[in-house]
């Protein structure tokens, strides 16, 4: 793992709050080129393969939440992230 600056599970944090919060107001949007590029960049520091195309919030959401479990999974076998209902963003 290539992670440099911050602890890459408060990094993951910041992209799963902001991602769910734009999922939970507009899920069918296109996300901004920022905050795919946030999750890119995360994945890389990860050193795990990025989501090629985030075409939605909900596919946001979804990436920054696979990144956040990378990061527990690579910092600490102890570590855990919180458990999470996303039902409200499932397809309808």
């Known amino acids: 793992m290539a992670v440099q600056g911050p602890d ?3 990094a993951a944090r910041g992209v799963v709050a902001i991602a769910l919060d734009l999922a939970r107001m507009d899920p069918d949007r296109r996300p901004s080129a920022d905050m795919c590029s946030w999750c890119h960049k995360l994945a890389k520091d990860l050193g795990v393969p990025a989501r ?3 075409d939605t919030n909900r596919e946001l959401a979804f ?3 696979r990144l956040e ?5 690579f910092v600490d076998d102890a570590s855990r992230p919180p458990d ?3 039902s409200e963003l499932v397809n309808q």
């Open 69 to 73: 479990l990378v990061a527990h999974h």
């Open 63 to 65: 990436e920054a939440l």
């Open 84 to 86: 999470r209902v996303l």
């Open 52 to 54: 090629e195309h985030i």
């Open 8 to 10: 890459p599970r408060a």
